[in-house]
């Protein structure tokens, strides 16, 4: 399975962007069973979760962000989005999308945000809010 992210780029704060994550290289039913999530690293941070969505549709949000992002997926396209709504500047970061195995509710309860747990990653979409 690859990742490829696109959408980033530079925004004003209070404005909106889309980040999407194109997956390919797997099968449709091997989507169905994948969590798929966004990270992002900013300046000399640690690597942190940011939003995830499970097999089932249920969603994780970091709570920097609940309330002003969302994250959805397309299983015929094979596409992960994160919609970003007011973005501030301390959203400025390098962001990633993720995606693993997860056939359960406690698989994904449990691995949301921890990216180490992800067998699979992309290389990231820069977003500058300023």
């Known amino acids: 399975v690859q990742l490829v992210e696109s959408g980033g780029g530079s925004v004003q704060a209070g404005g909106s962007l889309r980040l999407s994550c194109l997956a390919f290289?797997?099968?449709?039913?091997?989507?169905?069973?994948?969590?798929m999530a966004w990270f992002r690293q900013r300046p000399g941070k640690e690597r942190e979760g940011v939003a995830a969505i499970g097999m089932d549709g249920r969603t994780r949000y970091a709570d920097s962000v609940a309330g002003r992002f969302t994250i959805s997926k397309d299983d015929a396209e094979n596409t992960l989005y994160l919609q970003m709504n007011k973005p501030k500047p301390e959203d400025t970061a390098m962001y990633y999308c993720?995606?693993?195995?997860?056939?359960?509710?406690?698989?994904?309860?449990?691995?949301?945000?921890?990216?180490?747990?992800?067998?699979?990653r992309g290389q990231g979409t820069q977003v500058t809010v300023s």
């Open positions: 993720a995606a693993d195995f997860c056939p359960s509710t406690r698989d994904f309860a449990t691995k949301w945000n921890r990216a180490r747990t992800y067998s699979y």
């Open positions: 290289g797997g099968t449709y039913s091997t989507y169905r069973t994948y969590c």
